[in-house]
């Protein structure tokens, strides 16, 4: 019994969700999804630990979870789109958890957006046929 | 007979569904985005599509992991917006035509294309914010949805190209439906962003703006880029853009470009819109 390789694994600060780490994340994205009605939510928030007992996550995803530390809940297993319905109950956003994954402010991951963007418009008319408004 | 009228793409992230819930339009953030949006809404405006086919993925509203449909047809008289769980407000819900789309799926399944058909299907922000883009200034939804799902979220995905056949497949299922019924259809999400790990925050302008061309003028270009090529330059989200091959599949060879538009960065993402039709030769 062996995962299959892919070569997407050799793209760097890349977790690609697949049926491996779908496998892995099961119990911790279906926790997760369970935060789509707000009867959950509230029995999550009133004892975090109890409910992801409930949902049988892992010691270390059950940590990760409490402690908020979402590249380590990316690593085992967490699908991004789930996340971000755990991310809410720290107060962040899926900004604040791109900055987190790379250690970083949100106001710098912001700043990395807008630097990645930098000179887009002039980019628009070099190539022509853009609406400028 | 059922025609197409014309193929829009628009990002649907949920920071734009929260940007209109909180009426930030005229925000400097936010002004450039939603200013690039009126042509295209004064064009539907015009042609009055009976129907908008929305090509869009789910991110967790109406599929868990537990069941993962490559490609999921909504065949229902009516879809519903619902709680995702992190405070995007809930949409009015949306008149649906099931009798065009159970046709859809009987031609599309003939044409080997093995779908899943779904009589409830709750629709996600995916779906929803390309319909309020286009038209929440009305006092209700103008035209019957039909929501088709791809799943971008658990790979393996489709290919580009498998994406780019199915929408080639669609145009025949819609052409040979027998009522007079205007169709737009929409891809929907892209352009690049990357939400996860330490790699999170990549835009490309530059490979956004080829995406755009060779998806105008080129789409064999498109489906020659597999999906790690197409992680590599646009991040692990930025693979949506494949779902703007189906909407490209069922327009003509050749297209005429009406509008085009791109803003970067709204949150995440670099936000690509185009309005095509098919060009007469
Ligand atoms: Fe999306």
Redesign the pocket.
């Known amino acids: 019994m062996v995962w299959q390789k892919h070569d997407y694994e050799d793209i760097p600060g890349t977790y690609v969700f697949n049926g491996e780490r779908s496998h892995s994340g099961y119990n911790l994205n279906k926790m997760a999804f369970s935060f789509n009605h707000e009867a959950n939510r509230k029995e999550f928030a009133a004892d975090m630990d109890a409910y992801c007992r409930k949902y049988n996550l892992s010691d270390e995803q059950r940590e990760a979870v409490l402690a908020g530390d979402f590249l380590k809940l990316l690593h085992l297993g967490g699908n991004v789109?789930y996340l971000a319905k755990i991310a809410i109950f720290h107060g962040l956003t899926v900004q604040d958890a791109g900055a987190s994954f790379q250690g970083i402010t949100t106001a710098e991951f912001k700043k990395k957006l807008e630097d990645n963007a930098e000179g887009f418009q002039e980019a628009l008319k070099k190539r022509g046929g853009f609406w400028h408004g | 007979m059922a025609k197409i009228i014309g193929g829009i793409t628009t990002s649907?992230?949920p920071a734009i569904g929260n940007a209109m819930a909180s009426k930030l339009e005229n925000d400097p953030y936010w002004k450039r985005f939603f200013d690039g949006y009126e042509p295209v809404k004064a064009w539907l405006e015009e042609v009055k599509p009976d129907v908008a086919i929305i090509v869009?993925?789910d991110?967790g509203l109406n599929f868990f992991l537990n069941t993962v449909p490559t490609f999921a047809l909504g065949c229902a008289d009516e879809y519903h917006n619902d709680d995702e769980g992190w405070g995007i407000p809930t949409t009015a819900s949306f008149k649906g035509d099931a009798q065009f789309s159970w046709h859809l799926a009987e031609s599309l399944i003939n044409q080997n294309f093995d779908l899943t058909t779904c009589q409830e299907m709750k629709v996600d922000?995916?779906c929803v914010v390309p319909m309020s883009l286009m038209w929440r200034h009305l006092p209700e939804w103008p035209c019957k949805l039909i929501p088709l799902a791809v799943n971008?979220v658990q790979h393996p995905l489709p290919s580009a190209q498998r994406c780019y056949d199915l929408g080639k497949a669609l145009r025949k299922a819609i052409e040979s439906y027998p009522e007079d019924t205007k169709v737009v259809i929409f891809g929907?999400?892209g352009l690049s962003h990357q939400l996860q790990g330490e790699r999170a925050g990549i835009i490309d302008v530059e490979f956004d703006m080829e995406c755009m061309e060779y998806i105008v003028n080129d789409p064999d270009k498109m489906t020659a880029f597999s999906n790690t090529e197409i992680m590599e330059k646009a991040g692990t989200?930025g693979i949506?853009v494949i779902m703007w091959m189906v909407m490209r599949g069922a327009l003509a060879p050749n297209v005429n470009v009406l509008h085009k538009h791109y803003h970067a960065p709204i949150s995440n993402t670099g936000a690509g819109v185009l309005l095509l039709t098919d060009a007469k030769d």
Do not use: M, Q
């Open positions: 789109y | 649907h992230i869009y993925n991110h922000h995916g971008t929907t999400g989200e949506e």
